[in-house]
């Protein structure tokens, strides 16, 4: 099985900084055949299930703000949140869904300083 | 508007069995893997099963192979898991969420994009 790790467990951020997460696989998940990283970044705030953000390592979801963006490639990955907004406040998971089991990363808690 | 509507949360005693369901909306739910996804109290989230689109291949979690079952009922857009020789460490909350669909001849799953509101299981006496 591929383990997911994140970094760091927590962060608090002033308003309007930037916010940065890792993610590290423990193989690669670049699918050669179609250079794809099969790797996802979802949201998840309080009480709340969790919501999509990026697909294929870097594509932003359909309606998520041009603030949260990610790269990476093969088993190093980053989520960053250019500028935070008070709204941004959760816990974000990465998830690799190159092979199965599909996991999913332990989770940052993102707050405001 | 896609939604997913989770049921069949409750309490149940250690050893016991419970049955959820997902009943899917404004889709075409027989086009589209479908996974069960778990979390319990203050933790992370655990992938627990899923099911290719015709119901052929179903793939398990450790943690609950051989106690969980996956189904699905194309004809009633709707997806079970069946939930036997229940623990106390299966407490959580049990989302159903929709994997969009992978091309023919690549990894078998994609990123999962609507997600149901989820269902509360706890196990205790």
């Known amino acids: 099985d591929i383990v997911m790790t994140q970094s760091p467990d927590s962060l608090a951020v002033s308003l309007g900084e930037r916010a940065t997460i890792t993610c590290e696989s423990s193989q690669s998940v670049l699918y050669s055949s179609n250079n794809k990283n099969y790797l996802a970044w979802y949201q998840q705030k309080p009480g709340q299930p969790p919501k999509l953000l990026i697909y294929w390592a870097s594509t932003r979801e359909s309606g998520v703000p041009d603030r949260f963006s990610g790269s990476g490639s093969g088993t190093d990955f980053t989520l960053t949140i250019s500028s935070l907004q008070a709204e941004d406040v959760a816990v974000y998971y990465c998830q690799q869904y190159y092979s199965t089991p599909p996991g999913f990363g332990p989770g940052t808690k993102v707050e405001i300083k | 508007e896609v939604q997913l509507v989770e049921s069949g949360g409750g309490l149940v005693q250690p050893g016991g069995s419970l049955k959820l369901s997902c009943t899917a909306y404004e889709f075409t739910f027989s086009k589209y893997w479908m996974n069960w996804v778990r979390q319990a109290p203050g933790k992370g989230l655990e992938w627990v099963a899923n099911?290719?689109?015709?119901?052929?291949?179903?793939y398990y979690a450790d943690s609950v192979k051989g106690r969980f079952t996956i189904s699905r009922d194309n004809a009633k857009s709707s997806l079970y898991l069946q939930m036997n020789s229940l623990r106390v460490e299966d407490t959580a909350i049990y989302y159903c969420a929709r994997a969009r669909t992978a091309a023919i001849g690549m990894p078998r799953i994609r990123e999962f994009d609507y997600w149901g509101q989820g269902a509360l299981v706890t196990v205790s006496s």
């Open positions: 099911i290719k689109q015709e119901g052929s291949e179903k």
